[in-house]
């Protein structure tokens, strides 16, 4: 069952969508060489806890992993995907992509966004690559509307992400949001003729986060049983927004 939100939870949700908001555009701000991602964690720690909410990931049972998260945040680096440990041995340098992405809980509601940003001076091919993934987002973010279907969001990322001669990954979605991290419907990030194509209506919450690849779209998972990488090497890029349908079309909760 799809959860669909009243106009008061949504200001909550909202609430919610900008501090992590807020968080990554700091978390952002610090990236440069010589910083490690625990750095990141760590300030990320104290903003969700000074804005007196909780970070979602923390303790969050995965299933696939079997176990619960131990971080705020998951900064994954270069070829990893999703899942990075933050650690204080992870030193940014020039050349490398952080892919950032949190959550938090304020007054009972979610919020989750994921950003990726490029230390110092950047592959023009590994710009490309971001640049795709997030113009992805965007297209996406323009199919949630009221009538549309979720294929038409799994769609807008496959059509632009496919053109562009990159591949998505397909072990991990998007994902409904709300007093759950996690809620229907799945969110592909390709039309999967599989599942269900529900319509999208008003006060319906999705989390939609394409995850792409240079090269081959497979993953493996590295030894710390965490960390998801590119089974080639490959350097993957990740942007997430949460986005409502209102009766004005798209509302992204996670952005000003
Ligand atoms: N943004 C990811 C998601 O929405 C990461 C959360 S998984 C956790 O599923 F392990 F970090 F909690
Ligand atoms: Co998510």
């Given at each position: 069952?799809i959860?669909?939100?009243t106009?008061?939870?949504l200001?909550?949700?909202?609430a919610?969508?900008?501090?992590?908001?807020?968080?990554l555009?700091?978390l952002?701000?610090?990236v440069?060489e010589?910083?490690s991602?625990l750095?990141?964690e760590?300030?990320?720690?104290?903003?969700?806890?000074?804005?007196g909410?909780?970070?979602?990931?923390k303790n969050y049972?995965v299933?696939?992993v079997?176990?619960r998260?131990k971080?705020?945040l998951?900064t994954?680096v270069?070829?990893?995907?999703?899942h990075?440990?933050?650690?204080?041995?992870?030193i940014l340098?020039?050349?490398d992509i952080?892919?950032?992405?949190t959550?938090?809980e304020l007054?009972?509601?979610?919020g989750?966004?994921?950003?990726?940003?490029g230390v110092?001076?950047?592959?023009p091919?590994?710009?490309?690559l971001?640049d795709?993934?997030?113009e992805?987002?965007?297209l996406a973010?323009?199919q949630?509307?009221a009538?549309?279907?979720?294929f038409?969001i799994?769609?807008?990322v496959?059509g632009h992400?496919?053109?562009?001669g990159?591949?998505?990954?397909?072990?991990?979605?998007g994902?409904?949001?709300?007093t759950?991290?996690?809620?229907e419907p799945q969110v592909?990030?390709?039309?999967?003729?599989?599942n269900?194509?529900p319509r999208?209506?008003?006060g319906?919450?999705?989390?939609?986060?394409?995850m792409?690849?240079a090269?081959?779209?497979e993953t493996k998972?590295?030894?710390?049983?965490?960390?998801?990488?590119?089974k080639d090497g490959?350097y993957s890029?990740?942007?997430e927004?949460c986005?409502?349908?209102?009766a004005?079309?798209?509302w992204v909760?996670t952005?000003?």
């Open positions: 069952m959860v669909r939100k106009p008061a939870e200001d909550k949700m909202r919610s969508g900008l501090l992590v908001y807020r968080i555009q700091e952002g701000g610090m440069k010589g910083v991602t750095d990141l760590e300030a990320a720690e104290r903003m969700v806890k000074e804005a909410a909780r970070p979602a990931f049972y299933p696939a079997g176990q998260y971080y705020v998951c994954s270069n070829d990893e995907v999703v990075g440990l933050p650690s204080a041995k992870r340098k020039s050349g952080v892919k950032i992405d959550g938090v007054n009972g509601y979610f989750d966004s994921a950003i990726t940003v110092g001076e950047i592959d091919a590994v710009q490309k971001m795709v993934t997030r992805s987002l965007e973010i323009r949630v509307k009538g549309n279907r979720l038409d799994c769609a807008a496959e992400v496919t053109s562009n990159f591949t998505i990954v397909r072990e991990f979605v994902h409904g949001i709300g759950q991290l996690h809620e592909p990030n390709y039309v999967d003729r599989k269900e194509n999208l209506k008003e319906m919450v999705l989390a939609i986060e394409p792409v690849n090269g081959k779209p998972v590295a030894s710390d049983k965490w960390t998801a990488q590119t490959s890029a990740h942007f927004h986005v409502a349908v209102t004005n079309g798209p909760l952005r000003p």
